[in-house]
Every structure is written in structure tokens, then in C-alpha cells.
């Protein structure tokens, strides 16, 4: 934070201007950006890391407004090379992500405010002018040459707390309250929380798509891409080269990809033939798998009928409907008989084809039980336990994966009423 007012006592307040947003959504972009640039901002939109990193070189910008879950980088490891290049420069989390997990992260990170949206214009001025007079106090405090002790608070209970240089960044357990923190880079930083002013309006967010999120290898020129879509044709081609896929999909494993394959159930994974260990993505409609023309999934192994099954993917699972076959569709070894539910773990048989699908093994009661960091507390009270922390693409993954799977929980609750 380099600009601000100053009076006798040192640094009063800092000046905010320009404010970057890193948003990927157009509405939600639009609506921020039109409710800044009401109370005086000057706001650029962009929509990932790299034209993140490339417009804060370039703009010089007073202030960062940072989603969560974003194409490319997740906004946690946005805000860490943003802290690391350029620490006095405020950073805010906002998100519709409300998880303890996601806040701890945040704060490991380097952010300086968490937000959670939908709320009121108001509250969103008032957090952001907030957030960014604290760091410019802290920026500009004659107490911020270092000593070789980190000194900051415990965010839960307000303990004061000391650690070594040696242990920034680091997940421990707050001795007084038993709630797992993280050592920050720096004394005097302030990691502000606060709630939405609109929680009439709270919903789980818009629906859940995380095969956006899944990238796969172009078989012709090697280039990795994002779907960005649940329309198998158009993820089928390339758009570097402009080529069609052939055969099944190149899905890569980094940790977001496969965070988004265990959540979206629709991705079922090969166990028997020459794509053995392969992935197939289904669509959101119903399919026909079989071995005659016109079916949506077509294989030749032994036993296929021409129309064997239809699959057709829910919140739950795959809904299997065998359509006639003579040699019968089976789950984890059982006939169908009518239509079944494929959940996940479970192993579909076809004729000599195996499929199983992929995703979390979570029940309807596991799903709609609430994430938080209360799962880590410590055993007793008065010992700081330090804990082993992942790297932030792999901690942030695990983050984001909590979400959609609360957020399919809600649909699965909200179809249980409905039907």
C-alpha cells in the first residue's frame, strides 16, 4: 500500500482508487464492477492469474479483488505470488465460498480480508476501505522492522501469540483455543473476517461446474486446454489447432483435474480392454452405451447389445437403465433389473466391459454435514501442535472440491424434497 494520509501520529488512512478485480464470471464482473465504479473507483476486470499478474506490473493498481475459484490458478495461489512480489499491496477474498477451510487458507496465503458474497454494496466499500487502511498502517508503522519474532493474534480467540521467522506460514494449533491457524509472514498482520450483510439471500451459489476445471492433452499437438464445457463435441476440439479428439479424452491429473473429476460425477474410469485406466466424461443428458451405430457411447467388446444400457447422471450417481440385453447389465456384480443407481466406487460390467465411476464415497448424511477446521483441533488444550501442510495448488484443490461437494449436497437435499 503505497499511497495514504498521514497526520502527527503517523499513517491515518489509505487512499484506494484503482482496484483490480480478478473475476471470471461476466455477471458477477459486471455487477462488482458497476457498484465500485458508483462510489468513485476506477475498476479493471480480468479474469485470471496471468492477466492478473500481467495488469498489477502494468497498472500499479491500489487494491485486489480476488475470487476464489478461477481458470488456470485458483485465486489462493494468485494471492501467494502476489504476496510474495508485492506484500504492501492489499488483497481481499471475495467469494461465495463460506468454509473455514477456505478462510485458513486464505490467511496462509497472505491475504489481508475474506468476504463472503452475496452482500450490500455498503458492506463491500466498507470491507474493501477497511482492509486497506489496515495494511497501510501496517505498512507504515514504525513497529514493521522485523526482530526475528513473528508477534500477530490468534483470529478465533485473540491470544497473542509469538513464533520464529522459521515458522511463517505454517499451520499450528492456537494453544489457548484449540483452533488450527497459520503463523503469518509478518507481525502486525491483520487477516479480517467478515460475514455477508444479505444472509436472507445466501444460496450455495451458482451450480457447481467443475468439469470447467478439468484439463485434457490434445492427441494431435500435445497442447493442454480446459474444457470449459460439458458439451463432449465442443471439448472434443482443440482450439489451438482446431482438431476433433479421437477415441477417449487425455484427462490430466493436477490436483484441481482431478478435485473436479471426483466431484462432477460424470467421469467414469475404464477397467478392462485397450483403454484400460482411461476416463470417459459423460454429458449432463442421458446416453446410450452399446455396440450398434447411432449409440452415444459405442464399444465392440464381447457381449455389448446394440443398445445395451442408457446412463444418465445425477447429484447421487449415474441412473442405469438396462434397455432389453440379453446378456444384462450388472453393478458390483448384482443384475440390473429396470434401472439402478451407478454411485461412486461402484464397478458397472457390460459384456466383457467394466466402467466404475469416479468421485468421492460420501453418503447422503456425510454430504450434508458442514466443513469446517473444528476437524483439526488438537487433542489438548495448552500444546501448539504444528501440523503438515500441503502446497497451495494441492491444499487449495482439497478447498475447492469441499465446496462443490457441499454444493451438491444441497441439490441432493433439495431433490430428496422434491421428489
Known sequence: ????????????????????????????????????????????????????????????????????????????????????????????????????????????????????????????VSMIRKVANVVWKRVNSVQKKETGVIKFKCRFCGQRLREKFENRGKSITCPECNERIFVPQYSLHEFITEESDQRDRQTAGSKADPLKFVTVKCTHCSTFYRLFSSDINKARTCPKCGKRQQGVLSIIGAPLSRAALESCMRVLKIRSGKNKGKKLLLPEREVILGSGEGCHIRNSARGIAPQHCSLLPTVEGIRVRDLGSETGTWINDERVQGEAMLKPGDVLKVGTLQLQLVGPKYTREDLVQAWSAKDHRSSGRGMKVFHETADTATEAARVIKQYWDLVRAREMQQSAAEG
Open 1 to 124: 500500500m503505497e499511497r495514504g494520509h498521514f497526520n502527527e501520529l503517523g499513517p491515518v488512512d489509505a487512499v484506494v482508487e484503482h482496484v483490480l478485480l480478478v473475476e471470471d464470471d461476466p455477471q458477477w464482473a459486471g455487477q462488482i464492477r458497476r457498484s465500485l465504479e458508483s462510489q468513485g473507483f476506477k475498476v479493471t476486470v480480468v479474469t485470471d492469474g496471468g492477466q492478473a499478474h500481467a495488469s498489477i506490473r502494468m497498472y500499479r493498481p491500489d487494491f485486489v479483488l480476488l475470487k476464489v475459484i478461477l481458470p488456470g490458478e485458483s485465486g489462493f495461489e494468485i494471492c501467494e505470488w502476489i504476496k510474495k512480489e508485492h506484500d504492501s499491496l492489499p488483497v481481499m477474498f471475495f467469494t461465495e465460498i463460506d468454509l473455514e477451510s477456505a478462510k485458513n487458507l486464505a490467511e496462509r496465503v497472505g491475504a489481508d480480508g475474506y468476504l463472503v458474497r452475496p452482500c450490500s454494496d455498503e458492506k463491500l
